[in-house]
């Protein structure tokens, strides 16, 4: 059984979708009831498996309400896979401070307590897998995206500290970290693309690498073309260069002009 928040549309879809594929019981977890359940019917309609739940992933009684309707259909949890996400690209002096709370309470806050929630019963048996959905953000910086860089370079940092902490008691942890993503997220609904030269993945690669993740236990799988790849190399060499590489490439302007625009 597969708990998945943010699944009721963009990666959260696909990965649900492709974990039912697998033949996981999926348990799905968004706000929006109505696209929830359209994606829990189309798992369905296919053969599989799946419960649609809404809920606000920063909630305590939301989530506890989750996990326990998961675990009256299905017994137990097996997999989580937190998702659920947000982002806000804008200059740092115009964000609100009700939205950098909402950017940590979403993407960093509620990852941490929902699988503290579901991580006594994994260790009691033994067995479990956390994946986390975090981003390159959290491994170079964003510029105009720093509060969301934050969230998920602290994502990235818990998932491999919970990792080790966790070797040899049965329950795995993994990280995703995707960079530009066509098709669904914050680039689809702003209905732009990144520089060319830094190269996009596309959905079904970042539900893949969830899959692989499960297989092979992998630490942190980065999924993004090579330009991407080496901003993360140069960022951990020398951050100046890497910052010059990323302005030439044309991420600091990009992000810039969308910016403005908020």
Same mark, same amino acid.
């Given at each position: 059984?597969?708990?998945?928040?943010?699944?009721?549309?963009?990666?959260?879809a696909?990965?649900a979708?492709?974990?039912?594929?697998?033949?996981?019981?999926?348990?799905?977890?968004? &706000?929006?009831?109505?696209? #929830?359940?359209?994606?829990?019917?189309? !798992?369905?309609?296919?053969?599989?498996?799946?419960?649609?739940?809404?809920?606000?992933?920063?909630?305590?009684?939301?989530?506890?309400?989750?996990?326990?309707r998961?675990?009256?259909?299905?017994?137990? !949890?097996?997999?989580?896979?937190?998702?659920?996400?947000?982002?806000?690209?804008v200059?740092?002096?115009?964000?609100?401070?009700?939205?950098?709370?909402?950017?940590?309470?979403?993407?960093?806050?509620?990852?941490?307590?929902?699988?503290?929630?579901?991580?006594?019963?994994?260790?009691?048996?033994?067995?479990?897998h956390?994946?986390?959905?975090?981003?390159?953000a959290? &491994?170079?910086?964003? +510029?105009?995206?720093?509060?969301?860089?934050a969230?998920?370079?602290?994502?990235?940092?818990?998932? #491999?500290?919970? *990792?080790?902490?966790?070797?040899? &008691?049965?329950? *795995?942890?993994? @990280?995703?970290? +995707?960079g530009f993503?066509a098709?669904?997220?914050?680039?689809? &609904?702003?209905?732009?693309?990144?520089?060319?030269? #830094?190269?996009?993945?596309?959905p079904t690669?970042?539900?893949?690498? @969830?899959?692989?993740?499960?297989?092979?236990?992998?630490?942190?799988?980065? @999924?993004?073309?090579?330009?991407?790849?080496?901003?993360?190399?140069?960022e951990?060499?020398s +951050?100046?260069?890497?910052?010059?590489?990323?302005?030439?490439?044309?991420?600091?302007?990009? #992000?810039r002009?969308?910016?403005?625009?908020?």
């Open positions: 059984t597969a708990l998945v928040t943010g699944a009721s549309d963009g990666l959260g696909y990965i979708r492709a974990l039912a594929v697998e033949g996981a019981r999926v348990v799905l977890a968004a &706000r929006s009831a109505d696209k #929830l359940e359209s994606v829990a019917r189309s !798992i369905r309609e296919r053969g599989g498996e799946a419960i649609s739940v809404q809920a606000d992933v920063t909630d305590e009684t939301a989530r506890a309400n989750l996990v326990k998961a675990r009256i259909e299905f017994e137990r !949890i097996d997999i989580l896979v937190n998702n659920a996400g947000v982002e806000d690209i200059c740092y002096e115009w964000q609100r401070p009700e939205d950098i709370r909402r950017l940590i309470e979403v993407n960093l806050l509620a990852p941490l307590l929902l699988a503290r929630q579901i991580l006594p019963d994994m260790l009691e048996r033994g067995d479990g956390i994946v986390n959905l975090a981003s390159l959290g &491994r170079t910086g964003m +510029p105009y995206g720093a509060v969301y860089a969230t998920k370079s602290g994502l990235t940092k818990w998932s #491999l500290s919970l *990792r080790t902490e966790l070797a040899d &008691r049965g329950v *795995r942890v993994s @990280v995703i970290s +995707p993503v098709d669904a997220g914050m680039f689809a &609904r702003r209905e732009t693309s990144p520089p060319a030269g #830094l190269g996009v993945s596309r690669q970042v539900a893949r690498a @969830v899959i692989k993740a499960l297989e092979t236990n992998a630490a942190e799988i980065i @999924v993004n073309p090579r330009p991407a790849r080496l901003l993360t190399g140069l951990a060499l +951050p100046q260069l890497a910052t010059r590489v990323a302005e030439r490439f044309g991420l600091v302007s990009f #992000l002009g969308i910016a403005r625009k908020s």
